[in-house]
């Protein structure tokens, strides 16, 4: 499986970040995303939840603190899904 890292961000004094995802993948078996809320976290805030799928979804989620990383796990195949996009909202 091939991991590209989109976002791995500080927003300095934010108190805490809402994420919205806009999603839609081949399926969570192959591709999807994971979302991390400190650089030194080995665990997704989402491991239980594979964010992605052959319907198209949006997501709202709240990350208590200022940073994240967004990894979207892949296995490369070509479709013709409309993938991801993220709008991180930082919050004073």
Same mark, same amino acid.
């Given at each position: 499986?091939?991991?590209?890292?989109?976002?791995?961000?500080?927003?300095?004094?934010?108190?805490?970040?809402?994420? $919205?995802?806009? #999603?839609q993948t081949e399926s969570t078996s192959y591709d999807w995303v994971y979302i991390?809320?400190?650089?030194?976290?080995t665990t997704a805030i989402n491991s239980n939840k594979k964010y992605g799928g $052959?319907?198209?979804?949006?997501?709202?989620? $709240? #990350?208590?603190?200022?940073?994240?990383?967004? #990894?979207?796990? $892949?296995?490369?195949?070509?479709?013709?899904?409309?993938?991801?996009?993220?709008? #991180?909202?930082?919050?004073?």
């Amino acid at each position: 499986i091939d991991n590209q890292v989109y976002i791995d961000k500080t927003f300095a004094g934010a108190k805490s970040l809402t994420v $919205t995802l806009d #999603i839609q993948t081949e399926s969570t078996s192959y591709d999807w995303v994971y979302i991390y809320d400190s650089p030194s976290s080995t665990t997704a805030i989402n491991s239980n939840k594979k964010y992605g799928g $052959t319907t198209r979804q949006t997501h709202t989620i $709240t #990350i208590d603190g200022n940073y994240i990383k967004l #990894i979207f796990r $892949t296995d490369g195949s070509g479709n013709s899904y409309y993938g991801f996009k993220a709008t #991180i909202v930082p919050n004073y």
